[in-house]
């Protein structure tokens, strides 16, 4: 990387965001070890699989509201302007993730219908629409007003008080517990720092903008980051449907926790850099240059992580239990695939809802979502988990290749 790339990173308080995405990471992985130990795996495995229902819902959560505000209160210069759009966010935002709430409470039966004792677990779970929308909108407001410190203080602030609610919730309510820790803990944080920005929800100004252009993009890259959750969410929901094991479930989801986990990597580098990519999106040169330094980055660090994994695979899935080193190759499976997203898809996703493009990522991820869906019905009959590690390395990458040809194809126009 140049030291221009270097220093713009710093430069934009990216060493904070950076630093607890790390803290983060760590805390979210001891949360989730945590449960391990103090759950039995089959209630945890019911859990998850209620879980990962809602976690598929969670991007498009307020109609992806959030994804709007970040866009277009980059563009504005006000902050005044900026915090009266995340006024009309959040209220407009929190009316929609209730309406949610309330399909998925109707739906819950059909959603359920293999696992139908993960039920109540579903509807406890469904009001994480609504927390989550709350603090995600939050954190993007920090960022929108360039104060990424404040951002990484939340982030933080967040994981230590996750990582307390799950110890005790576990302890003492066991699965019931668990679940009010992933619902309730979002709400908490979003209370005591919602107090640092000044704003009026009653008194909303007229934008500058088209509302209804604000919400197609809201909606539209809301459905795009689905397909990100999907690379691993819907591999859970078929395996619990497939094979109708929970035990099978729980498997899965730890031995793609440290995968997915190291997708903090490039987060921590696009959060940072989001808001200075659209504020100078038409200069090439600098995104060119952007683009070199952050793929020749990522593509060493992905070697790097591959090559490790298969060295010391079984030490690292030990610490989970002696029966997931029995699942090394869906391990290295996993990672080879996430190696894509952490060298291109990472990027060129964001590249394009920077242009204002996000509606492409959504047809991308439709394609991801078919190849899912028709993969995983062939290879977990067949090869259990492994099959379905091998459906998400194989959309990582084809997702991944996609986003870069499409963003070169809308580039070159504007």
Do not use: C
Request: no cysteine.
């Amino acid at each position: 990387m140049t030291k221009e790339f270097i220093e713009g990173f710093f430069k934009r308080d990216g060493a904070y965001i950076f630093l607890a995405s790390i803290f983060a990471r760590i805390l979210s992985f001891l949360a989730s070890w945590i449960a391990l130990k103090l759950l039995s795996n089959f209630g945890l495995g019911l859990v998850i699989y209620a879980l990962n229902i809602i976690l598929m819902i969670i991007p498009i959560s307020g109609l992806g509201a959030s994804q709007g505000l970040l866009r277009y209160g980059a563009l504005y210069n006000s902050e005044k302007d900026k915090n009266n759009l995340f006024a009309y966010v959040l209220k407009k935002g929190s009316f929609y993730s209730l309406i949610m709430i309330v399909l998925i409470v109707i739906l819950s039966p059909v959603l359920t219908f293999e696992m139908t004792a993960s039920r109540p677990y579903l509807l406890m779970i469904s009001f994480q629409i609504l927390t989550m929308f709350l603090l995600e909108s939050l954190k993007t407001q920090f960022r929108v007003l360039h104060q990424n410190k404040t951002f990484a203080y939340v982030d933080i602030t967040y994981s230590i008080l996750l990582l307390l609610t799950v110890f005790l919730g576990s302890w003492f309510f066991k699965e019931n517990g668990y679940v009010l820790a992933l619902v309730l803990t979002p709400l908490i944080t979003f209370l005591l720092f919602i107090r640092k920005i000044t704003f009026n929800i009653k008194k909303i100004i007229p934008f500058n903008f088209s509302i209804k252009t604000f919400w197609k993009y809201s909606f539209y890259t809301g459905l795009s980051n689905v397909a990100t959750q999907l690379l691993i969410i819907l591999d859970i929901i078929l395996i619990g449907q497939i094979l109708n094991d929970p035990e099978k479930v729980t498997l899965y989801k730890y031995l793609s926790l440290i995968p997915f986990s190291l997708l903090f990597l490039p987060r921590a580098l696009l959060i940072t850099d989001f808001v200075n990519l659209t504020q100078k999106h038409r200069k090439k040169e600098y995104i060119n240059t952007y683009i070199k330094n952050y793929t020749s980055f990522f593509s060493i660090i992905s070697v790097i992580i591959i090559i490790l994994s298969f060295i010391f695979k079984n030490y690292i899935l030990h610490f989970f239990g002696e029966e997931f080193i029995n699942y090394g190759s869906t391990f290295i499976v996993l990672i080879i695939g996430i190696s894509a997203v952490l060298s291109l898809r990472g990027l060129f996703g964001n590249l394009l809802s920077v242009i204002g493009k996000a509606y492409i990522n959504y047809w991308i991820s439709i394609i991801a979502i078919l190849i899912n869906l028709i993969a995983n019905f062939i290879l977990i009959p067949r090869f259990g988990i492994l099959g379905a590690a091998i459906t998400s390395a194989i959309i990582m990458w084809v997702t991944s290749i996609l986003s870069v040809f499409a963003f070169y194809h809308y580039y070159k126009k504007i």
